[in-house]
Nanobody, 125 residues
Framework: VQLQASGGGLVQAGGSLRLSCAAS????????MGWFRQVPGKEREFVAA????????YYADSVKGRFTISRDNAKNTVYLEMNSLKPDDTAVYYC???????????????????WGQGTQVTVSS
């Protein structure tokens, strides 16, 4: 499956952005989806994940209550709605996919088989 992330940009602290990740190539509903982020010089970190049906959702503690992950299987797209943004949220955001049959952890990089190219989010103070 090919993944294309979009929606990043520059926003002031307290503002909002919605990231999108469009999938193509294989049946989107066959995959659990995740969002990760990375700052230069640091490891890529888990942000949020959603199961193939949308029935299970997970968040990193740092974004819980501010970010919302969702998916639209009819549009082959997963979203990350980001509110109350902080300068610490500045990073390149990546979407990722893993098989719906996977039983690996939701929040680890190695659990995901496919990655998008990343979209830059910059939050100014």
């Amino acid at each position: 499956v090919q993944l294309q992330a979009s929606g990043g940009g520059l926003v002031q602290a307290g503002g909002s952005l919605r990231l999108s990740c469009a999938a193509s190539g294989r049946t989107f509903s066959s995959y659990h989806m995740g969002w990760f982020r990375q700052v230069p010089g640091k490891e890529r970190e888990f942000v949020a994940a959603v199961s193939w049906s949308g029935g299970r959702i997970y968040y990193a503690d740092s974004v819980k209550g501010r970010f919302t992950i969702s998916r639209d299987n009819a549009k082959n797209t997963v979203y990350l709605e980001m509110n109350s943004l902080k300068p610490d949220d500045t990073a390149v955001y990546y979407c990722a996919a893993k098989s719906s049959r996977s039983t690996t952890a939701w929040n680890t990089i190695t659990s995901y088989d496919y990655w998008g190219q990343g979209t830059q989010v910059t939050v100014s103070s």
